[in-house]
């Protein structure tokens, strides 16, 4: 068996040596492509579902921190085909709102333990799902107008802290982007370039946090191609496959992983 001996650290405490062996490459690749192919075609809200999957085998900040460089990977690779097709003023008003969003996380991230992370992790995609289905269902319907810059600004910045805790900007950026009416292409555009902002923000402070490290990133370098495979795969599935039946699969993926992870921090 392949392993690699990787240390990773909970801000400028104690370090801990961790193994990613077979077993964490067989997980953390299905978790990469399932990331990408939501970047790359599906307006990337449900590519934090890998992070919940990969904090069944990893301690929460170490499965933010590996997903991290990854995602922003994914970013650039999405950027080409979408490039100047989204919609700018609604993208700058969500990344300025992100930004006190993604303060807030650092310093939540600064005193909570792991336990406190697994927690919010499991419920922001438990909450996902719940936020799906309650769209779906006509419980929560797009605004009647499009929401205006404080609007936005206030999504932002929800979408920036919880973009901090689990890589899940995804609902807050749906509520404000659905209101404007966005079709299907400006909409995963917009998407595409906010998120690709916000993960450029997130950088410094996971560094400084030590949410990952350059050991760890040894890991994402051996990731590479799954987050490019699932990019380059989620651009062609975008007019191909239906969306019902990928967010079906995730949000099956997030209710299990996301109920085992609030049932492991409470117990």
Do not use: C
């Amino acid at each position: 068996m392949v392993a690699l001996n990787l240390k990773w650290s909970k801000g400028f405490g104690v370090r801990h040596t961790v193994e990613y062996n077979l077993t964490f490459f067989a997980v953390a690749t299905v978790a990469v492509v399932f990331a990408g192919v939501s970047k790359g075609g599906f307006g990337s809200g449900a590519a934090f579902a890998a992070t919940p999957l990969l904090a069944l085998i990893l301690e929460p900040g170490q499965a933010v921190g590996l997903m991290l460089p990854l995602l922003m990977l994914m970013d650039v690779t999405a950027l080409r085909p979408y490039w100047r097709k989204w919609d700018g003023r609604a993208a700058g008003v969500f990344i300025l709102g992100a930004v006190p969003g993604v303060a807030v996380g650092t310093a939540v991230y600064s005193l909570a333990n792991q336990d406190v992370f697994r927690l919010m992790i499991g419920a922001v995609a438990v909450g996902f799902v719940a936020f799906q289905l309650a769209r779906k269902y006509g419980l929560l319907r797009p605004a009647r107008r499009p929401m205006g810059d404080l609007g936005g600004g206030i999504a932002g910045a929800v979408g920036g802290f919880t973009s901090f805790v689990s890589h899940a900007g995804g609902p807050p950026a749906a509520i404000f982007l659905l209101s404007r009416g966005l079709d299907k292409t400006t909409y995963q555009a917009t998407t595409v370039l906010m998120f690709w902002a916000i993960n450029l923000m997130k950088f410094v402070p996971y560094a400084l946090l030590g949410i990952f490290t350059w050991d760890t990133l040894k890991a994402d370098l051996m990731l590479v191609p799954a987050a490019v495979v699932g990019v380059w795969l989620g651009v062609r599935a975008h007019n191909v496959i239906p969306e019902r039946l990928y967010f079906t699969i995730t949000y099956a993926l997030l209710l299990a992983t996301g109920g085992k992870l609030i049932w492991d921090a409470l117990t």
